[in-house]
């Protein structure tokens, strides 16, 4: 029998409960739930699990990142607003010393000049952005294949 593979953590930040409705133009007109359902589905193609969150919330998005050391095998990130201001979500994604794989549905870097920096990135194994929902998919697939 395989040994059990620890989830992958799926990490939503700011303003993404509000995905299907904020900017669709811009964001799509899917759901998080949409989001979550595609990585769970695509996890399982790979008999692998996801534990899901979200908040609006800085602390608690730290608050769940280190709850998740030990715990987790990877992390899919879109950190939202948060990518371009929080040095605090950054320090705390290198805590459980997971591959982090950053998401932005849109093309960040076909957008507003702040946009382009992240401080996230330095510290991802992988970086996605621009592929809509698919990004979490590719995502998924990537850390349930390392």
Same mark, same amino acid.
């Given at each position: ?6 989830? /992958?953590?799926?990490? *939503? ?29 695509? $996890? ?7 534990? =899901?969150?979200?908040? *609006? ?16 095998? %990877?992390?899919?990130?879109?950190? %939202? %607003? ?5 040095? $605090?979500?950054?320090? #705390? ?6 591959? /982090? ?27 996605? =952005? %621009?592929?809509? /929902?698919?990004?979490? =998919? #590719? ?8």
């Amino acid at each position: 029998m395989a040994a059990t593979v620890a989830p /992958i953590l799926v990490l *939503n930040g700011p303003n993404l409960n509000m995905l299907g409705t904020r900017q669709p133009e811009v964001y799509g007109a899917e759901t998080l739930a949409d989001v979550v359902d595609l990585c769970r589905s695509t $996890a399982a193609r790979f008999d692998r699990e996801i534990v =899901a969150f979200q908040s *609006n919330s800085e602390g608690a998005l730290i608050d769940r990142i280190h709850a998740a050391r030990g715990e987790i095998s %990877g992390i899919v990130v879109n950190p %939202g %607003g948060l990518t371009h201001t929080s040095v $605090a979500l950054r320090d #705390a994604l290198v805590i459980p010393e997971a591959p /982090i794989v950053e998401v932005h549905i849109s093309n960040v870097h076909a957008r507003e000049e702040f946009r382009h920096h992240s401080f996230v990135s330095g510290i991802a194994t992988a970086v996605i =952005a %621009g592929m809509g /929902i698919r990004g979490y =998919a #590719a995502a998924v697939e990537f850390l349930a294949t390392r």
